[in-house]
């Protein structure tokens, strides 16, 4: 079973209460795969994520605890610290996105294979997908796919784009590949659009941003 992490953008939008075209979209495409297909999906989180949401005002934070309650912790071993410095240091991410860096390493020390986000700007963002592998190749750690597709086009589309299915993931799954097309870490990122289509019609969607 595929495995996805959980970052604290998924269940924040999940129970948005702003009414702009783009809140609502994201807000519907994720209840729609929550509720639909995560089952499909062995979901992960971390302690970073479950900080973060605590924080939020109530009664949104408990909402969106109890929503990820059966999401599997991942652990945040001492050696988490180096690679988040990593990525700071070689200008992955600002200093001041300590969290979104923690959320990239986690996922990567772990080999999960998605991360959904809607962090357009640190996560999601195709100008970032070759830097995150060629850093992480660097140390041996393999890329999540980052589903990026709403963010890269701006949309505000009321379909939720697709990440792949199981089968067309085990194609994906290894080393990174800076250099790719479609694979992990490739600048086309994981969901072009006539990919997505077909794999909207085999039911297994998911928020792409």
């Known amino acids: 079973m ?8 998924i269940p924040s939008f999940y129970f948005e ?23 499909r999906f062995r979901l992960v989180t971390s302690d970073v994520v479950h900080v973060e949401l605590a924080a939020a005002p109530q009664p949104k934070g408990s909402q969106c605890l109890t ?19 990593h990525y700071i240091q070689n200008r992955l991410l600002p200093r001041t996105a300590i969290a979104d860096a923690a959320h990239l390493a986690i996922a990567s020390w ?3 294979d998605f991360l959904l986000t809607w962090n357009c700007r640190h996560l999601a963002n195709a100008s970032k997908a070759r830097h995150m592998a060629v850093l992480n190749g660097r140390l ?7 589903p990026r597709r709403s963010c890269s ?8 784009p697709t990440p792949p299915d199981h ?17 992990r870490g490739s600048p086309g990122g994981p969901c072009p659009a006539r ?7 085999q039911g297994v969607s998911a928020p792409c941003p």
Do not use: C, Y
Not at 2 to 9: A, G, N, R
Not at 167 to 182: D, F, I, L, Y
Not at 195 to 201: A, I, L, T, V
């Open 67 to 85: 929503l990820i309650e059966h999401a599997e912790i991942l652990a945040h071993p001492a050696g988490i610290d180096a690679v988040i410095d």
């Open 167 to 183: 089968k067309e993931h085990r194609s994906q799954v290894g080393a990174p590949n800076p250099g790719g097309t479609g694979g």
């Open 2 to 9: 595929p495995s996805v992490f959980i970052e604290t953008t």
């Open 195 to 201: 990919e997505g289509r077909r794999r909207d019609r």
């Open 110 to 112: 772990h080999g999960v």
């Open 153 to 160: 086009s701006r949309r505000t589309n009321r379909e939720a």
């Open 17 to 39: 209460t702003r009414t702009d075209p783009t809140s609502m979209a994201w807000r519907n495409a994720t209840r729609r795969w929550w509720d639909r297909f995560s089952k």
């Open 140 to 146: 041996g750690l393999p890329t999540p796919v980052v």
